[in-house]
């Protein structure tokens, strides 16, 4: 007999195990929405990875790591990319912490509202003249950040 099968016993409970109550999404990662809105910051102007790191002085593969979440950037970096992007950094934080929000309060939903209610993807865009970056600002109270107890 191997090991393997001697490990392996039959278990028989004496207590019914509970019924599993479907397991929430996890709660996302502040790394997650901040290199989302990066990226869809990006591909909203059609601009390419090797062009955004170049202009924020970042190499490719790690501003990709940030995107995909995978590395958690320095406040430099990512004002940097933002700056590459025409925003600055309170945009970028401002529009993850709507996503955030939006994304608690889909958490706490019933399940029975669908997802169809769920968003949160908004675009900033300049509303002033042209490379006018200060007048590039997420809308709403508080520049579009809720906050709620």
């Known amino acids: 007999m191997s090991i393997r099968a001697t490990n392996q016993a039959d278990v028989i409970p004496l207590r019914p195990l509970p019924a599993v109550a479907p397991a929430l ?3 996302p ?16 102007q059609g601009r390419t ?3 955004v790191a170049e202009a924020a002085r970042i190499s490719v593969p790690y501003l990709s790591e940030v995107e995909r979440g995978l590395k958690e950037a320095s406040s430099e ?7 590459a992007l025409g925003l ?3 945009d970028v934080l401002a529009l993850a912490g709507e996503r955030l929000v939006s994304l608690a309060a889909a958490r706490s939903r019933p399940r029975s509202l ?3 209610a769920v ?3 908004r675009s900033v865009r ?3 003249p042209a490379g006018s970056v200060g007048a590039m600002r997420p809308s709403g109270p508080m520049g579009g950040v809720l906050l709620a107890a």
Do not use: I
């Open 25 to 27: 999404p996890r709660e």
């Open 29 to 44: 990662l502040w790394r997650d929405l901040v290199g989302e809105v990066l990226r869809r910051e990006r591909q909203a």
């Open 49 to 51: 990875l090797k062009d």
């Open 77 to 83: 970096v990512l004002a940097a990319a933002a700056q």
């Open 88 to 90: 600055n950094l309170a």
């Open 114 to 116: 669908g997802s169809s």
């Open 119 to 121: 968003g949160g993807h």
């Open 126 to 128: 300049p509303t002033g």
